[in-house]
């Protein structure tokens, strides 16, 4: 079974820039979480998908952070404009829909520098 | 919110002695403690998980005890080796269908020769 498929792995941009993550779950896995690790911590949701639509973004810097679950497979984060202290990396996760839906699976993340 | 604390922040045992992290949490209503390895460069990777209505799961070297009265867990790695060395993550998570996983701080083990 293939893993969680993220890219890309790095990304350097400036302050003020954008920047986008893309996400391919495991096949079959309804729920996708995007995931902040800033470094020497654990990760902090930013947002959970049930499918296409969202069941939590309460973390998700909404004035700058958005994402999307077309089609309720893949899935893309962007961050518009960045700022310093979005240095960090992004670590996406999925988990099946199915009662106990507790395990969740990441991807190798993709680490984000904002200079 | 649920606040997830993780002590120690960093551990070094010589191969073949026993590590033990430990993790409290302060919302009594979580149900489900898992427990994640992170290597250098990777996402976090499952390596065990308990349930409230378990004490205690094994599995190989290693084993996770949950004590809901003290709302505490802890994980154990026996016989350790130096594969063993990363970064570990307890977490727990809350009832209901949009409960989120909260985190730990994280445990760095080092396994030494």
């Known amino acids: 079974e293939a893993g969680v498929a993220q890219s890309p792995r790095y990304k350097i941009i400036e302050k003020r820039q954008s920047v986008a993550f893309w996400c391919n779950p495991i096949?079959?896995?309804?729920?996708l979480y995007w995931y902040q690790q800033i470094l020497g911590q654990g990760p902090k949701l930013l947002i959970q998908?049930?499918?296409?639509?969202?069941?939590?973004d309460s973390q998700l810097p909404k004035d700058r952070f958005s994402a999307e679950r077309l089609k309720g497979v893949d899935s893309t984060l962007k961050i518009q404009p960045a700022k310093l202290e979005d240095s960090a990396v992004y670590l996406c996760?999925?988990?099946?829909?199915?009662?106990?839906?507790?395990?969740?699976?990441f991807g190798p993340g993709t680490r984000l520098t904002v200079t | 919110g649920e606040n997830v604390e993780q002590h120690p922040s960093t551990l070094s045992v010589q191969e073949g002695d026993s590590a033990v992290i430990k993790c409290t949490y302060s919302?009594?209503?979580?149900?489900?403690f898992p427990w994640y390895k992170q290597e250098l460069g990777k996402g976090p990777q499952l390596i065990i998980d308990?349930?409230?209505?378990?004490g205690e799961k094994k599995d190989q070297r290693i084993a996770v005890t949950l004590n809901k009265t003290a709302k505490h867990f802890s994980l154990h790695i026996t016989e350790t080796q130096p594969e063993d060395s990363a970064v570990y993550f307890c977490?727990?998570?809350?009832?209901?269908?949009?409960?989120?996983?909260?985190f730990g701080t994280g445990t760095r083990l080092q396994v030494t020769l």
């Open positions: 996760a999925s988990s099946r829909p199915a009662h106990p839906a507790y395990e969740q699976y």
């Open positions: 096949s079959g896995h309804a729920t």
């Open positions: 998908f049930q499918n296409n639509g969202v069941v939590d």
């Open positions: 919302d009594s209503a979580s149900n489900y």
């Open positions: 308990i349930r409230s209505n378990v």
């Open positions: 977490a727990a998570r809350g009832t209901g269908t949009a409960s989120k996983l909260t």
